[in-house]
């Protein structure tokens, strides 16, 4: 069965570090997603791709996170520099088109010391 | 804008007993509706989801849930539960995308643990 797949699994970083998250998602979903979810809460949505394209980023710090899908594939989310609010599980999915149900990877638990 | 209300943080249960996770939801406009559930440090799964007809979903495990639109409800239900199902459960809304121009975050309730004891 197709899956999300996300590295690293883990991520422990010190305050003013950079961290940058990969993600591929399922052969053929044109539609990629990034949420933040702090614990104890459900997930948040960062950004969102169609193929290549920012649909949604109204939720994304911009002045410390940035995201790409340069060729609409794979994903890269940026911070610089992290601060200790940024711990939490940052979640990226998938779906085929925009009407489709969303699938997670198992996501990059980040600790910012 | 969209929200999610998850009325129990906490769902304690003895195995093989049924359990109701209940799901409220606010929106002004036609929405679809989805159950995901996370195992400790892993993502979300998809349990089922409401898109249009049938308001009895059935989804994977041997979970349903029943879209309500008048109580604005998303109820899900287990008719017998077993300790593997003990995890975090997501109701999740989406706007339909024709109504965002390409938008359709999920927007998440706040979760269930359903605990499943002996």
């Known amino acids: 069965e197709a899956e999300v797949a996300q590295s690293p699994r883990y991520k422990i970083t010190e305050k003013s570090q950079a961290v940058a998250f990969w993600c591929d998602p399922i052969?053929?979903?044109?539609?990629l997603y990034w949420y933040r979810q702090i614990l104890g809460q459900g997930p948040e949505l960062l950004v969102q791709f169609q193929d290549e394209s920012v649909v949604d980023d109204s939720q994304l710090p911009k002045d410390r996170f940035s995201a790409e899908r340069l060729k609409g594939v794979d994903s890269t989310l940026k911070i610089q520099p992290a601060e200790l609010g940024d711990s939490a599980m940052y979640l990226c999915?998938?779906?085929?088109?925009?009407?489709?149900?969303?699938?997670f990877g198992p996501g990059t638990r980040l600790t910012v010391l | 804008a969209q929200s999610v209300t998850q009325l129990d943080s906490q769902v304690p249960v003895f195995e093989e007993a049924p359990v109701e996770l209940r799901c409220n939801y606010s929106s002004s406009v036609s929405v679809y509706l989805f159950w995901y559930v996370q195992y400790p440090n892993q993502g979300l799964q998809l349990l089922l989801k409401y898109l249009s007809g049938s308001t009895l979903v059935k989804g994977i495990n041997g979970f349903e849930a029943e879209f309500n639109k008048s109580q604005t409800s998303f109820h899900l239900r287990k008719p017998s539960v077993h300790i593997s199902d003990t995890a975090e459960y997501f109701c999740?809304?989406?706007?339909?995308?024709?109504?965002?121009?390409?938008?359709?975050?999920?927007?998440f309730g706040t979760g269930t643990q359903l605990k499943v004891e002996l």
């Open positions: 052969s053929g979903h044109a539609t």
């Open positions: 999915a998938s779906s085929l088109s925009e009407a489709n149900a969303q699938y």
């Open positions: 999740a809304v989406s706007l339909q995308p024709i109504l965002t121009g390409g938008g359709n975050k999920l927007t």
